[in-house]
């Protein structure tokens, strides 16, 4: 199995601290997501990193890649209230040519006002 | 921003009974997914779909289930003889793949299927 397993499974922190989850995988991958989850809700995509990136950028997120160790991590700097919600990470296939991505278990996270 | 919708959002049923899943993918999307979550669980893949067959679909998408695009708009999940454990929520998903590596995948908002 390729999946991604995150860590911690749930994460409680103050408004303003920074979060931070990882994920670790088992397969060789093109590419690693991170999406968001709302209680309730579909998934939205948040950021996507390359296998041949080692760090990404957006906005308030930062995601690293390390792919000799097979994991990933997401940072949340600055959290607010509203960053309140399941993370999960997706990974596909390097020799896969079917398309899919599988998700891992997910990191809840909660800020507290 | 173009969206993937679902429709119904709720779909309750009884044991055994065949219910059909609607989903309207993002219009120039050419790949087509379904996940399920069991209430607290993971989300899980059950089938994507792209050129009007099925590309790969995992051990939970069994005989029951079914998949079709009838028309250019709609992608719709059948499961012939619902069981308990198929109640969760069913996401729909649309991406545009370009080049050799998958994009991001667009979700829908679910339909929650209960099966009494």
């Known amino acids: 199995s390729q999946q991604g397993e995150e860590d911690p499974q749930a994460l409680s922190i103050q408004e303003g601290e920074n979060a931070t989850m990882n994920c670790s995988y088992k397969?060789?991958?093109?590419?690693l997501q991170w999406y968001r989850q709302n209680s309730g809700r579909g998934l939205v995509h948040l950021i996507l990193i390359r296998s041949n990136e080692r760090e990404k950028h957006s906005g308030r997120l930062r995601v690293t890649l390390d792919t000799s160790k097979k994991s990933s991590s997401l940072l949340i700097t600055a959290s607010r209230a509203a960053d309140t919600a399941s993370y999960f990470c997706?990974?596909?296939?390097?020799?896969?040519?079917?398309?899919?991505?599988?998700f891992g278990s997910g990191t809840r996270l909660l800020v507290r006002p | 921003e173009p969206e993937v919708t679902q429709t119904p959002s709720h779909q309750v049923t009884q044991m055994g009974q065949e219910v059909i899943l609607r989903c309207v993918p993002i219009?120039?999307?050419?790949?087509f997914y379904w996940y399920r979550q069991i209430l607290g669980q993971k989300v899980e893949f059950l089938v994507s779909f792209y050129n009007n067959e099925i590309s790969e679909k995992s051990e939970i998408f069994d005989d029951q289930f079914s998949v079709e695009r009838p028309d250019g708009s709609n992608f719709t999940l059948k499961i012939r003889s619902t069981k308990l454990e198929d109640s969760a929520m069913y996401f729909c998903?649309?991406?545009?793949?370009?080049?050799?590596?998958?994009?991001?995948?667009?979700f829908g908002s679910g339909t929650q299927l209960s099966v009494l």
């Open positions: 219009s120039n999307h050419l790949y």
């Open positions: 998903a649309s991406s545009e793949k370009r080049g050799a590596y998958n994009e991001k995948l667009f």
């Open positions: 997706a990974t596909d296939a390097e020799m896969d040519s079917s398309y899919k991505l599988i």
């Open positions: 397969t060789s991958i093109n590419n």
